[in-house]
């Protein structure tokens, strides 16, 4: 069946590869390119904890093929700290404790990050809003909300 | 979860995806794919070829043009939730998009997957109902425009010809006076509706219900149209007493069958609730309000 050669440029650096067509794109990441930060949780485009962005959008990526992805822009949790310094949604989750397992955390974060893009001072429902694709079974979401607005916050007054 | 082998074109030009379609036994169109690859990866669907279309440009665009919303069939939820024109004058397809799935899901999936997949759960075909809006389908012997009242013919069936390809939605554009509005019961965000039901309408001079769509979701095998209750309220006041009688007349017109999400009896009286308060949200915008 198909084989395709693929470039797909993840936190700013190309990578090709020779790929079949029913590869997922959290499957490039993880098993190809062994960057493990973007997890695998539901399997079933519910749970969010594959979310990275694709050309500045979040995405689901057990919900999209790899060679989907080909020419294209990939943002994955290892690519938020710059220059070893935390991104300040990183830090908002441990200053807020926005986390306990710790397992929907990168999905949450890069889902947070596009919604910030997006919206750079949003309210508490627009946050609940913009993380509704996103479960995360311990915290409550309360100490996440917080680590958002603590994102939001750092990240206008650095503006 | 990985779905078995298959071939794949991700072809630029649409005269290509048709003839990719008509040449290939089992080929499928990839859209927005959040309901195909999920199938996929359960086996449900093993298309022998995805034509992924996500590179076919020029399918994207939402503009109105001569008396019609024409919305590519490639635009995505989040297009549509973002859309101004649609905000403003298309309030009835901003709410359903607006509850389709959750954000990450509307980055991706299209419109016009969500019409051509015709899950009856899915929420647009109902919204389509209610608008009477069209669907322009394209395939080798040139393009067609099909009735949305035509197009569910069935569980997850469609008029479509096996190579024919959904090019282009068309909604009406809104007259004076007319609004609309969709309004779901689901359990969580990203569930299936348990009901949903999508209303649009329009009012006369003197403030009578002088045209009414009325469309219910995951009620049936197919996205159903309640007509009976349509015609009880064309050319009439929209008093309480009114209202409440068509509200019945739909709950009658769904065909909900017990499941995890509720019983028979439970979703349909969810469908009289949702229709009579769909009806009064659409009588507010149609006066004016938001």
């Known amino acids: ?159 | 979860m990985i779905p078995p082998n298959f071939d794949y074109e991700a072809p630029t030009h649409v005269d290509d995806v048709v003839k990719l379609l008509s040449g290939t036994p089992g080929a499928k169109i990839l859209a927005g794919g959040q309901s195909l690859i999920p199938l996929m990866r359960f086996r449900l669907a093993q298309p022998t070829l995805l034509i992924d279309i996500n590179r076919v440009t020029d399918l994207s665009y939402i503009h109105e043009d001569n008396g019609w919303l024409r919305v590519g069939t490639l635009a995505r939820e989040a297009d549509l939730e973002s859309s101004k024109v649609v905000f403003s004058r298309y309030p009835l397809l901003a709410d359903t998009s607006h509850v389709i799935a959750d954000p990450l899901v509307r980055n991706r999936s299209t419109l016009g997957g969500n019409l051509a997949h015709a899950d009856p759960a899915n929420d647009h075909p109902a919204t389509m109902l209610a608008y009477g809006a069209r669907i322009v389908a394209k395939g080798p012997r040139g393009d067609r425009t099909i009735d949305a009242g035509e197009f569910f013919t069935g569980f997850f069936s469609t008029s479509l010809a096996p190579d024919e390809i959904v090019t282009e939605i068309q909604i009406p554009s809104p007259t004076e006076r007319s609004g609309g509005a969709y309004l779901k019961i689901e359990r969580k965000v990203g569930d299936f509706a348990t009901a949903a039901v999508a209303v649009q309408l329009v009012l006369d001079a003197r403030g009578f219900i002088s045209q009414i769509g009325i469309g219910l979701t995951n009620v049936g095998e197919t996205p159903i149209k309640a007509t009976e209750a349509e015609q009880a309220l064309t050319g009439h006041e929209p008093e309480e007493s009114l209202i409440q009688h068509a509200a019945k007349l739909a709950a009658q017109a769904a065909q909900p069958i017990a499941d995890h999400r509720g019983s028979e009896a439970y979703k349909r009286s969810l469908v009289a609730t949702l229709t009579s308060r769909a009806i009064y949200k659409a009588l507010e915008r149609a006066q004016g309000g938001r």
């Open chain 1, 1 to 159: 069946m198909s084989t395709h050669h693929v470039t797909v440029t993840v936190n700013g650096q190309a990578h090709e590869a020779d790929i079949e067509a029913r590869l997922l794109l959290v499957h490039f990441l993880r098993e190809t390119l062994n960057m493990t930060g973007t997890h695998i949780g539901c399997d079933t485009t519910s749970c969010g904890a594959c979310t990275v962005m694709l050309n500045g959008k979040a995405v689901k990526s057990c919900t999209v093929f790899a060679v989907q992805a080909d020419g294209s822009d990939v943002t994955t949790v290892e690519g938020l700290a710059q220059n070893g310094n935390l991104h300040p949604i990183q830090e908002g989750f441990m200053e807020k404790h926005g986390l306990q397992c710790g397992f929907c955390t990168p999905g949450m974060m890069m889902s947070s990050v596009a919604l910030l893009a997006q919206n750079p001072n949003p309210t508490e429902d627009e946050i609940r809003w913009g993380i509704s694709g996103n479960l995360c079974r311990c915290t409550g979401y309360v100490n996440i909300v917080k680590a958002i607005q603590y994102a939001s916050e750092k990240m206008q007054a650095q503006e």
